[in-house]
């Protein structure tokens, strides 16, 4: 979707590794999320920024940290990656400060665990 | 903290027939919006149709409607004339407006419809 960039778009690591996911926005919106999404659980967020150096814990933090150093970027750190860490990941941006619009979301990465 | 359940992991309808895909969401918020998402093989999450909880008349878009049933907590999406290219993963969501939810979206588990020709 137009504004909304994910990276990489798949990715198989090994075990042990850290690994990093980008999100890049070209649209200046205020609040970014970290969804991962998994067959029977639908998405579930890991971490959320609401500005520059704001961020928080969502409900499957445990393994997760997330940067934001400028608005345009959101990296979504995986400190040790285990299999249990093997999903789709969906980086999703909230456009502007109109609370019934919907929110864009990344095409997703792919991320396996080996 | 809110729940949102779909409680039909897999729908199938005719071409050209009616589907009525459920959700139903737990919530001590009196004031939120409510949407579905669609997601096709391709990945790709779009927003279908979105209800605001203080408006009364159910939200349509072209051959897409929901009933919302706010005291049952309640609120399904019927696509008319299905098509071939709604085959994909439907997801309901719930978020809270205001307040200090930071536009955080609980999503339910998905229901995947299939269209048949």
């Known amino acids: 979707d137009a504004g909304i960039t994910q990276s990489p778009r798949h990715k198989v690591t090994e075990t042990g590794t850290p690994v990093t996911l980008r999100c890049h926005q070209t649209?200046?919106?205020?609040?970014m999320y970290w969804y991962r999404q998994d067959p029977g659980h639908g998405l579930r967020l890991i971490h959320y920024?609401?500005?520059?150096?704001?961020?928080d814990k969502g409900e499957v933090s445990d393994g997760y940290s997330v940067s934001r150093s400028k608005t345009e970027d959101f990296l979504l750190t995986l400190e040790s990656a285990t299999s249990s860490q093997t999903s789709v990941y969906f980086c999703a941006i909230r456009p502007g400060d109109r609370e019934t619009y919907g929110y864009t979301f990344g095409s997703g990465t792919r991320l396996t665990v080996v | 903290a809110q729940t949102v359940t779909q409680s039909q992991p897999e729908m199938s309808v005719q071409e050209a027939e009616t589907v009525t895909l459920s959700c139903t969401y737990d919530?001590?918020?009196?004031?939120?919006?409510l949407f579905w998402y669609k997601q096709p093989p391709s990945r790709q999450m779009i927003l279908v149709i979105r209800q605001e909880a203080y408006k009364q008349q159910n939200a349509t878009e072209n051959r897409f409607s929901v009933n919302f049933q706010k005291a049952a907590k309640s609120f399904s999406l019927k696509i008319s004339d299905s098509q071939l290219g709604d085959a994909a993963m439907y997801f309901c969501?719930?978020?809270?407006?205001?307040?200090?939810?930071?536009?955080?979206?609980?999503f339910g588990q998905g229901t995947i419809l299939t269209v048949h020709p």
């Open positions: 649209e200046n919106h205020r609040y």
């Open positions: 920024s609401y500005g520059v150096k704001d961020t």
């Open positions: 919530t001590s918020e009196s004031d939120y919006y």
């Open positions: 969501a719930y978020r809270p407006r205001g307040g200090t939810s930071y536009g955080k979206l609980t």
